[in-house]
């Protein structure tokens, strides 16, 4: 499914002209290149936001852009082409990156890079992390009020601190509606496995699981028809996921990764540099959020509470736990 959604993908691009191919605004319009995550274009999640956001920004703003793919995790090497390349920002998405990006960054001090989702130091790095344990809370709220089992699931691709923030979210609002719900948590170790994804998918299920969240990628589209294939609810995660699985996905968490590389390339093209050194976006900054919630019909009352909910968020009267927990 993922080579087919890639292949049409790149077909599409062929078709409207080369993403790196000037347009009529844009002969010397700014460059930005991006390595994307393990699992690479066509993940219908973390990978394909980013890439609808520098999308955007070409059509809108005039901006050229390439991307580069590491499945085989030679980060470095890829790094250094688009260094070679001349662009004047390199975007490395995801936190596995993160090592490979400071070491080209300490060598190459004069260009400016992006870290999402990671936290650097080094001078030339800007940094954009997101607050997705505030969308994830509201999700498991309604996942707490969706359940008839009482048992909710969650699966993350990778045991990484960014993951935790899912996963802890998760916990805190189903518990938030429901004190005593059980909540089944497992990492797949790998964020392109969809058969991973749908055998803890299964496992969850056999054991009366009857919601699933997942921060897994492409390991999480397993997860989502396998959930759809045995009847029970799932929530999506990073874009709208309901099309993966109409019968089910009840709600995805958004992480507007389109949103944020959208505005860093606005910037640059309005102010030519971007000189803030880090960002940490949450549900007051549209950083996180819910999608439409479909399938079900929540009643008035649970409606108001998700708002209340994200409200109370956002004015720190709820404060969702970010790190890991020690009850994990």
Sequence with gaps: MKKLFTSFLLITLLIAGCSSAPTETSTEGYKIGILLSDAGLG????????????????????????YKEAPDGKY?????????EKYDIIIGLGFSVQEALEKTAKQNPSQQFILIDGQSDINNIISITFKEQ?????????????????????????DAPVIHHFENGFIEGARYVQPSIEIMSDYAGTFDDTQAGAAIAERYIKNNVDFIYHAAGFTGFGAIKKAEEMGIYAAGVDIDQF?????????????????????????????????????????????????????????????TAIEKAKEAIISGTIKVTAEKRNDQ
């Design 43 to 66: 993940d219908e999640s973390f990978n394909d936001s980013a890439f609808k956001g520098l999308e955007k920004a070409r059509d809108e703003l005039g901006i050229l852009f390439d």
């Design 134 to 158: 505030e969308g994830s809370f509201l999700v498991g709220m309604i996942a707490a009020m969706t359940s008839k089992t009482g048992k909710v699931g969650f699966i993350g691709g990778a």
């Design 76 to 84: 470095e090497e890829k790094l250094n082409e688009l260094v070679a």
């Design 243 to 303: 099309f993966v699985a109409e019968k089910t996905v009840v709600t995805s968490m958004l992480k507007n990764v389109d949103l944020a590389v959208y505005q860093l390339a606005k910037t640059l093209v309005e102010n030519g540099k971007i000189t803030e050194k880090s960002f940490a976006l949450g549900l007051a900054d549209q950083g996180v959020g819910l999608a439409d919630i479909r399938v079900i019909q929540l009643t008035a009352e649970q409606q």
